[in-house]
């Protein structure tokens, strides 16, 4: 596979849902090590494109049979392949645990398989099993390994989804909300270890409705809206008062920090 490849290309994708496009004719590229943040309102089809990106869902075909999406430079994908490369944490956490008896620590594991579950033919060595652990300790959850993932709360079962995805190190991770139902302490340690992911290496693509959550490493944004793209750009010129007040329609005032950035309604 060419290192060089953008992580993703998108070519007019077209998603559609009971006669509705979830997705309009959305053009996209996002090259190999663009940390990107991607915004817009609810709705707007940012979940979709993830779907779409991690092949959950398809979009419609061109009539003259060019590829409407490459991941790392290549059409086809097996699934399992693919979510080798690309960790994903979706935000749908009733789907990501459906019907899974297992305990958090198996869950993680299951991450090195590309899988859902721990099955019977995989083989679990000490070491996968010391990384399993070491990746729930990075997301401040190594004391809920015995625990079955069913009875787990919002942010503990966000935390076991995280940490599966990043155990196997993948090239670059795609986080839909990820942030969603942490507490902030849980929060502020997620997003640091998420910058020093991407300082050694891993392409970050978040989905955030917080600018807050937009570290510092990540300088590509691009917003949608009613499915389509409505901008995208540097951070310097897509994070400001007007950008983002037309974007989600209210009078919104942006604030720097530290190379942070925060929203203020006015
Ligand atoms: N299976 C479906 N059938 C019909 N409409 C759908 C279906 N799935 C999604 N939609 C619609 O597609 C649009 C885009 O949904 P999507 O979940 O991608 O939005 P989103 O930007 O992630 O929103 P949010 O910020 O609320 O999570 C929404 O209007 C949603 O109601």
Redesign the pocket.
Known sequence: MDPTAPLLEIDHAT?V??R?A??DRLSLRIEAGQHTAIL????????????LIERRIYPLVHDDGKPVLRVFGRERWNVVELRSLLGVVS?DLRREFEGMTQNALDAVLSGFFASLTLGLDHEVTDTMRREALDALHRVDAAHLADRDVATLSTGEARRVLIARALVHRPRALLL??PCAGLDPGTRRRFLDHLRRLAQEGTTLIL?T?HIEEIVPEIGHVVM?RD?ALFDQGPKERLLRDECLSALFDWDIAVETDDDFYAARLR
């Open positions: 998603v849902r009971d509705h979830l997705l817009g309102p609810n709705g707007s089809g940012k979940s979709t494109l993830v779907k935000s839909d909300e989905v409705h949608l499915g």
